[in-house]
T-cell receptor, first 113, second 115 residues
Framework: GESVGLHLPTLSVQEGDNSIINCAYSNSASDYFIWYKQESGKGPQFIID?????DKRQGQRVTVLLNKTVKHLSLQIAATQPGDSAVYFCAENERGSNYKLTFGKGTLLTVNP | DSGVTQTPKHLITATGQRVTLRCSPR?????VYWYQQSLDQGLQFLIQ???????AKGNILERFSAQQFPDLHSELNLSSLELGDSALYFC??????????????FGEGSRLTVL
């Protein structure tokens, strides 16, 4: 899509497989994390969030895992579908701040039918 | 459809010019945020308004300014445009000013091209 950087990490999976998208963050003061999906030509769309007092949260077909020790976040998508093809961003928010989300660079997920 | 409306969708202008991007938040949302998305910088937070008042500032250049009006719509003004200002500008809205509600709803963006 036109909003995607030229050197995004990419993940290519087969339809029906599970996908795991990873994200590293650096701010130890961040206590709220969100995954967004951005399809070509559209704005980011909220998928799932997690607060730092949790290490796992599940949604519909998606699971977010948070490892605060190594400052790592992952998004797992079960039974990936062609409609899941998009750029996925993790975002973090610092404790006590307003919604000044800091976004990661994004990962391009391509689902092959 | 997120409920956030941005205009124009596309804008082409020349260096040195000034443009205004407009955003209507979701019905009932009091907080508006502006983000810039470029190929080399990714999504960058610019500025946030809550109920008409500036609430937080990010990496916003002095050539850029924004405001939120009594009807809660917001405008982002970009002046003395440079080639590097070419980017997608997103507006987002939320009910409150903090992260407690969880979701931030993004519009579809305004693509600015500076020639």
């Amino acid at each position: 899509g036109e909003s995607v950087g030229l050197h995004l990490p990419t993940l290519s999976v087969q339809e029906g497989d599970n996908s795991i998208i990873n994200c590293a963050y650096s701010n130890s003061a961040s206590d709220y994390f969100i995954w967004y999906k951005q399809e070509s030509g559209k704005g980011p769309q909220f998928i799932i969030d997690i607060r730092s007092n949790m290490d796992k949260r599940q949604g519909q077909r998606v699971t977010v895992l948070l490892n605060k020790t190594v400052k790592h976040l992952s998004l797992q998508i079960a039974a990936t579908q062609p409609g899941d093809s998009a750029v996925y961003f993790c975002a973090e928010n610092e404790r006590g701040s307003n919604y000044k989300l800091t976004f990661g660079k994004g990962t391009l997920l391509t689902v092959n039918p | 459809d997120s409920g956030v409306t941005q205009t124009p969708k596309h804008l082409i202008t020349a260096t040195g010019q000034r443009v205004t991007l407009r955003c209507s938040p979701r019905s009932g949302d009091l907080s508006v945020y502006w983000y810039q998305q470029s190929l080399d910088q990714g999504l960058q937070f610019l500025i946030q308004y809550y109920n008409g008042e500036e609430r937080a500032k990010g990496n916003i250049l002095e050539r850029f300014s924004a405001q939120q009006f009594p009807d809660l719509h917001s405008e982002l003004n970009l002046s003395s445009l440079e080639l590097g200002d070419s980017a997608l500008y997103f507006c987002a809205s939320s009910l409150t000013a903090t992260q407690n509600t969880g979701e931030l709803f993004f519009g579809e963006g305004s693509r600015l091209t500076v020639l």
